[in-house]
């Protein structure tokens, strides 16, 4: 019975709304094979027979709604994307900052769609090597899925995550774990989140975690800096401005926005100058 399921356009179209109406992100007719592709083994993990009664299963179960969204989002990511973006907070606003907050010696900085942690521990790597003593940093992740929030706590990462990773910096602040042949711990260690490279609990200890959704505003205080990179992509024009709305009264003023080099602000620079590299700024 399951090798015929098909995702039909009028379940599709449910799945459409239901993603826009929850996440902001918007999904065009050439996702369709990429929503039966990514819900397929919740179907036959539930042993539902169609995506149309998977739809109604999850509208009625707000486990099974997360579990929904979180095979539906994309989550790729990697520690120190974006080089250039990198190079230009340590050149420039970093500098900035400390001029700025000299008195309180605090930074607060907020990755607004962390996936499985890489950015906001990037952030915090960063700051151990460029933050002068005596400097408090508060960093915070967020996700709207709670599936990449989990592996954004466990923090061990394959090679892939820190493929980019200047190599100095992976010796520092990561343990290689090492696995037998298939993949197992080696004997003798205890079980693993999944093997690959563990990042120090000093560096774990920097960052809070937690789920936000994007489109909500964000109660606790003002940020620094918002790395919000590499998920606007996914929104049209509407859902984009609420949530750069959003990000804008979450920024002190003066503060930096980063989207990721691909993502353009669609006239919203009225309210945020861009400066360059995908950084802008909330002018007051
Ligand atoms: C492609 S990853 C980008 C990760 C990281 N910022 C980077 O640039 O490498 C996009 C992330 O955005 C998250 N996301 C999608 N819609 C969201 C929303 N409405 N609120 C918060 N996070 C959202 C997804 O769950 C996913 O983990």
């Not at 083994?41 to 997360?66: I, V």
């Not at 996936?115 to 002068?132: C, D, M, N, R």
């Not at 709670?146 to 892939?160: D, G, I, M, Q, T």
């Not at 980019?164 to 042949?181: I, N, Q, S």
């Amino acid at each position: 019975m399951f090798e015929q399921q098909v995702l039909r356009p009028e379940e599709f179209a449910l799945f459409k709304k239901l993603m826009y109406e929850r996440t902001g992100i918007f999904l065009n007719e050439t996702k369709l094979a990429l929503v039966a592709n990514r819900l397929r083994a919740r179907l036959r993990l539930l042993k539902l027979p169609s995506y149309r009664a998977y739809y109604e299963y999850a509208r009625g179960h707000e486990d099974e709604l997360t579990a929904c969204i979180d095979a539906i989002t994309t989550n790729e990511t990697y520690f120190f994307r974006e080089p250039r973006q990198w190079a230009y907070f340590e050149t420039d606003m970093l500098p900035a900052l400390l001029r700025r907050n000299a008195k309180t010696k605090t930074l607060r900085i907020w990755s607004a769609a962390c996936s499985t942690g890489e950015e906001p521990y990037s952030v915090a790597i960063f700051l151990k090597e460029h933050l002068p003593p005596g400097w408090r940093p508060e960093i915070t992740g967020s996700d709207i899925n709670s599936e990449v929030l989990a592996r954004a706590k466990a923090a061990v990462y394959r090679p892939y995550a820190v493929a980019k990773t200047d190599p100095a910096l992976v010796r520092k602040y990561f343990t290689e774990e090492k696995t037998d042949p298939e993949g197992r711990p080696a004997a003798g260690s205890e079980p693993r989140a999944a093997e690959g490279y563990r990042l120090s609990a000093a560096v774990r200890a920097m960052v809070r975690l937690e789920p936000h959704n994007l489109l909500k505003k964000k109660p606790s205080g003002k940020f620094d800096v918002i790395l919000c990179r590499n998920v606007l992509i996914y929104f049209n024009d509407e859902s984009k401005r609420r949530v750069l709305a959003n990000l804008y009264d979450a920024l002190t003023p003066g503060g930096y926005l980063l989207l990721g080099a691909a993502e353009g602000m669609l006239g919203m620079n009225l309210i945020f100058k861009p400066l360059r590299l995908s950084v802008y700024q909330r002018t007051e």
